[in-house]
């Protein structure tokens, strides 16, 4: 389930069901985006209607995480190395688009800025997608390789952020 917190009670309000093994929430479009890792689904969220049940949308392969940008929902998945996009207007997936990179094992993280996807794997490969074309450049990330693991991508002011942590048995 996922919770809604008012800030100022610092309260929870709500627990909403959505998929199995929730992974991810993001924002954008109106709407709260969950992961769901176990179903393979993406669940949107009507923030002001909290009380309906959220519309459940399939993506093919075990998303990790998402992210909004260019318009579209953007999710994440680490094996395949890909991104789906999801049309919120519509509440449907696309087919996927590639990274770029290997990405074993399958976990990865997605962020949106500068007009750009950035796509980060657990094994520290790093790519630039254009959301517009699909086109995929791999950015070479080999300073952090390859003792490093690489989870977490967030954008802000123009600058990226990713978290690293040495490798298990280093």
Known sequence: SVGVIDPRSDSLTAALPVGIGPEAIAVGDGAVWVANVEDRTVARIDPA???????????????????????????????????????????????????????DPAQASVAFGGGFLWYLCVAADLARVDPRTGSATSIDSSTERPDNCARSLMSSTGTFWARYWPRPGL
């Open 49 to 103: 209607d909290t009380q309906a049940r959220p519309r459940t949308i399939s993506v093919d392969a075990r998303p990790s995480d998402l992210t909004f940008g260019a318009g579209s929902v953007w999710v994440a998945h680490g094996a395949p190395a890909e991104l789906t996009p999801i049309n919120p207007a519509q509440n449907v997936a696309a087919g996927p688009v590639s990274a770029g990179v290997s990405c």
